[in-house]
């Protein structure tokens, strides 16, 4: 990337109007810390940060987030969008989730208001496999897996470089160490995660939800080598050193253009044709609950993340 197209994606969004990518629903690369590297300092954080994510929420408040629904034949280039930009604001989530365990690993802060921050963060993660699996049946098997495939016959989420450090989390096979107060509301949030997940691999291919079940408890015997590399290059993801501030204007960038997205398009949009029934997994009360809040879930991931506002 050249100096100045660096500046402008990690730059804080406008306040108003579509200043992601080129256009709507155009792409913008994420950068981000290799693994383990630290970029999070407590209280390296500047107040432009959460004047910024005011605005947003503001712009929100009042339905000023406009920009065109995307036509039928623009679709694809939405569902698209989505895919790669709610897998990114997952990794920076998974990133902010391994900080907070982090804490909690040092004895560092408040034990409880860490607990309800990871919970949220699980929350939002929840939402973003919700919008990353939006798409219709067919443009995921016609556009989006085939381009999976065609980097890895075997390419698969167990690569993603950011998600070792949450893994054990998002198993739920123990907890980390919260308070007792606030583990029930935790292991309900990784518990819907996991429903989440499988329905949206139900969702989208025909034995999605059987092949999540039987590769997680028993993963296959020969493994491919992890390439992460191969991973990260699908989802426009470089890796080089980037501060706390760079990395979360990264997240409010995407959060804007995704609230713009929901604002405009809904989670389902009306000119997209959803054939096929809907797997269980997505028809329960607390999955239609989290879909009904996604827009506020993106706004409030922003708020938490950037300090604007505490957790509810
Ligand atoms: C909607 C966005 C999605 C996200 C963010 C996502 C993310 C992930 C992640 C992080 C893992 C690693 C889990 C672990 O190691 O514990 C994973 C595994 C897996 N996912 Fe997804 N996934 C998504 C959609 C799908 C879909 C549509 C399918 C359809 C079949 C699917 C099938 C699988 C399978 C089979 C595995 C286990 C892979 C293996 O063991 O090699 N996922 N996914």
Redesign the pocket.
């Known amino acids: 990337m050249s100096r100045n197209s660096t500046t402008a994606a990690l730059s804080l969004p406008a306040t108003l109007g579509w200043d992601f990518g080129d256009y709507p629903y155009a792409l913008e690369p994420l950068t981000l810390p290799h693994p383990g590297e630290p970029w999070l300092a407590p209280g390296a954080i500047g107040t432009g940060l959460a004047a910024s994510c005011r605005e947003l929420l503001a712009a929100a408040g009042s339905g000023s987030l406009a920009v065109p629904p995307a036509t039928a034949a623009e679709l694809e280039q939405l569902f698209w969008f989505r895919w790669i930009t709610?897998?990114h604001i997952?990794f920076v989530i998974w990133r902010l989730i391994a900080a907070r365990l982090e804490q909690l690993a040092a004895g560092e802060g408040d034990p409880d208001a860490i607990a309800r921050e990871i919970t949220e963060y699980v929350r939002a993660y929840s939402a973003?496999?919700l919008y990353?699996?939006s798409s219709t049946r067919e443009i995921?098997n016609r556009t989006i897996r085939p381009s999976m495939y065609r980097m890895h016959s075997?390419f698969?989420?167990?690569w993603?470089a950011d998600?070792a450090a949450v893994?054990g989390l998002?198993?739920g096979r123990r907890l980390p160490p919260v308070p007792a107060g606030e583990a029930g509301a935790l292991a309900q949030e990784i518990a819907l995660s996991q429903r989440i997940?499988l329905g949206?691999?139900a969702k989208?291919?025909a034995d999605?939800r059987s092949?999540?079940q039987h590769?997680?408890d028993q993963?296959?015997e020969r493994q491919p080598r992890v390439w992460s590399g191969i991973f990260d290059c699908y989802f426009l993801t470089l890796r080089a050193p980037a501060s706390g501030e760079e990395v979360l204007a990264q997240l409010l960038r995407r959060c804007k253009a995704v609230a713009m997205d929901l604002a405009a398009n809904g989670l389902y949009p009306r000119v997209a044709d959803y054939t096929g029934p809907t797997p269980d997994e997505l028809c329960t009360p607390e999955t239609l609950a989290c879909e009904s809040e996604l827009a506020d879930i993106v706004l409030r991931v922003a708020a938490l993340a950037t300090g604007c506002r505490p957790p509810r």
Do not use: E, K
């Open positions: 709610g897998h997952s973003m496999m990353t699996g995921y075997t698969s989420g167990t993603a998600y893994r998002f198993r997940h949206v691999a989208l291919v999605g092949l999540l590769l997680v993963p296959a």
